[in-house]
């Protein structure tokens, strides 16, 4: 069945250092990419988003890449700071549904 | 402009109880969205509704759950009897017209024990 496969379930970076997420879908008629962020008693925030047609994105400290081949793609932030710190999920969602297929969720901790 | 409300924040019941779990969409979202997350693992569809129909309800685990979303308004989620795995945070989610941003509730953390 379809699937995300979301790596590193925990990430600990310092304040200021870049976190990579990656994640990988299973159906290619995947066409919609976007990453939650989720915040400690709240429910998960749209940060960035990326279709299918595109192969990156950005905006300010976050970028998302597509590889459509591989079936991959990964959230980037740069100069993290600790407000950064949350369960961030990556989804995946095929046209025609609006059934989001979500990623494990990672855990990103970045210290002062 | 209010989000997407969901009460009760949080629901503790015995095994063999009834809880009914409620969605306010944005208003104007005709499309509306039920996820649960057990356990620490992923976010998983359990059902979506279009106004007042359900458009996919694949994700539903068994007919313990029942979902209604009446005048194509809020929602409620219906689960009887609870068992102990249906432990978890219920999120629900709303979007507009054919706009693929879905955004979520705080959800409602519910306890079977």
């Known amino acids: 069945g379809e699937n995300v496969e979301q790596h590193p379930s925990t990430l600990s970076v310092q304040e200021g250092d870049s976190a990579v997420i990656k994640c990988t879908y299973s159906?290619?008629?995947?066409?919609?990419f976007p990453w939650y962020k989720q915040e400690l008693g709240k429910g998960p925030q749209l940060i960035i988003d990326?279709?299918?047609?595109?192969g990156e994105k950005k905006d300010q400290r976050i970028a998302v890449t597509l590889n459509k081949t591989a079936k991959h793609f990964s959230l980037h932030i740069t100069e993290t700071q600790p407000e950064d710190s949350a369960v961030y999920f990556c989804?995946?969602?095929?046209?025609?549904?609006?059934?989001?297929?979500f990623g494990q969720g990672t855990t990103l901790q970045v210290k002062p | 402009e209010a989000g997407v409300t969901q009460f009760p924040s949080h629901s503790v019941i015995e095994k063999g109880q009834t809880v009914t779990l409620r969605c306010d969409p944005i208003?104007?979202?005709?499309?509306l969205y039920w996820y649960r997350r057990v356990m620490g693992k992923e976010i998983k569809f359990l059902l979506h509704?279009?106004?007042?129909?359900?458009?996919?309800e694949s994700g539903m685990p068994n007919n313990r759950f029942l979902a209604e979303r009446t005048g194509g308004t809020y929602s409620t989620l219906k689960v009887q009897p609870a068992e102990l795995e249906d432990s978890g945070v219920y999120f629900c989610?709303?979007?507009?017209?054919?706009?693929?941003?879905?955004?979520f509730g705080p959800g409602t953390r519910l306890l079977v024990l």
């Open positions: 989610a709303s979007s507009l017209g054919t706009s693929r941003t879905q955004y």
């Open positions: 159906d290619s008629a995947s066409n919609y």
């Open positions: 990326i279709r299918s047609n595109v």
């Open positions: 989804a995946a969602s095929k046209p025609s549904t609006g059934k989001l297929i």
């Open positions: 208003s104007g979202h005709d499309n």
């Open positions: 509704f279009v106004k007042e129909s359900k458009q996919d």
